[in-house]
């Protein structure tokens, strides 16, 4: 979660070379945040229970629901945040070996993009 946040942090310094990924970081950013607070909000429904198992209340269904639900949003927020960042951050064309020290560049052909932004897929 915190590299979800750190990345749409990076993303949004660099908003001017990348613009087709600053929606899809706030995306993720803004689920991973919602995934730790129903998970909070979940562990303080189930803490009372003390081991004993009872029906779940509605409100308790609804953060439970809401937890996984998000988490697949996040799951697929982040596959679509990669597949975009890997389409529109390619390195420039030549040998294998060489490809770590030539600039990014955008798939129009900019060269303007900061080696600083990463996606590990």
């Not at 597949?83 to 129009?108: F, I, N, S």
Request: some cysteine; proline content about 3%; aromatic content about 6%.
């Amino acid at each position: 979660m915190l590299y979800a946040l750190v990345l749409a942090v990076r993303v949004q310094r660099h908003k001017q070379d990348v613009p087709a990924l600053v929606t899809w970081s706030r995306f993720l950013a803004g689920s991973a945040v919602a995934q730790v607070v129903l998970g909070i909000v979940a562990l303080v429904y189930v803490l009372p229970l003390g081991g004993m198992s009872r029906p779940a209340g509605f409100y308790e269904a609804v953060v439970r629901t809401g937890h996984q639900t998000n988490a697949a949003l996040l799951l697929a927020s982040s596959v679509v945040f990669a597949l975009r960042a890997c389409r529109h951050l390619r390195v420039g064309a030549g040998v294998q070996g060489e490809a770590r020290d030539r600039p990014l560049t955008t798939a129009a052909g900019n060269a303007s993009v900061s080696g600083s932004l990463e996606v590990v897929a």
